[in-house]
């Protein structure tokens, strides 16, 4: 069975922001942040989910990965 993981330090790296820079953007904050810095994240709310790819400019498929 694969997993699926968030890869979103690595788009943070692609697009040269900081983890506070994501931390301050609109519905994300410094508790989810930091859960998804110090990673594995075993769950991960749609309405946050969002507010990443609304932060970021980016789509879901870009910040999860699914691997074998």
């Known amino acids: ?14 697009k040269n922001m900081s983890l506070e820079e994501f931390a301050a953007l609109p519905g994300i904050g410094e508790e989810s942040a930091n859960k998804i810095g110090e990673g594995p994240v075993s769950a991960v709310r749609f309405s946050t989910l969002a507010a990443i790819c609304d932060g970021l400019g980016c789509k879901p ?8």
């Open 1 to 14: 069975m694969g997993i699926v993981k968030l890869n979103i330090l690595d788009v943070l790296q692609e």
């Open 61 to 68: 498929g870009d910040v999860l990965r699914h691997t074998a």
